[in-house]
C-alpha cells in the first residue's frame, strides 16, 4: 500500500469511515482558519483591538497549519489499516 493513493480510501467500510471523518476535521480546520482570519481583519479596523485581532491571526495560522497535520495523520492512519 502506498501512502496517499487515492485509492487507501476505499479499501473497505472502515477505511471509508476514517477518510470520511479526517475530511469533516479538516474542513472544518479550513473554515475555522478563514472565519478567524476574517474577525482579526475587521477588529484591525479599531485600533484598541489590534491586539486581539493578532490573536485571531494567530489562531487562523495554527489551523492553518493543523491542515496538513490531519492530511498525514489520515494517510497515515489509512496505512496502519493496511
Keep these: 500500500m502506498q501512502i ?3 485509492n487507501n ?5 472502515d477505511t471509508r469511515r476514517l477518510y470520511a471523518t479526517y475530511e469533516i476535521a479538516y474542513t472544518a480546520a479550513d473554515f475555522a482558519a478563514g472565519v ?3 474577525i482579526g481583519s475587521v477588529l484591525f479596523f479599531w ?4 491586539n ?3 490573536v485571531f491571526f494567530i489562531m487562523g495560522s495554527v489551523l ?3 491542515k496538513p497535520a ?5 494517510e497515515v492512519h ?3 489499516m493496511g
Design 70 to 74: 490531519l492530511r498525514l495523520g489520515r
Design 47 to 50: 485600533d484598541s483591538l489590534e
Design 4 to 6: 496517499f493513493h487515492r
Design 78 to 80: 489509512l496505512y496502519r
Design 36 to 38: 478567524a482570519f476574517l
Design 52 to 54: 486581539i485581532a493578532v
Design 64 to 66: 492553518f497549519v493543523a
Design 9 to 13: 480510501r476505499d479499501l473497505n467500510a
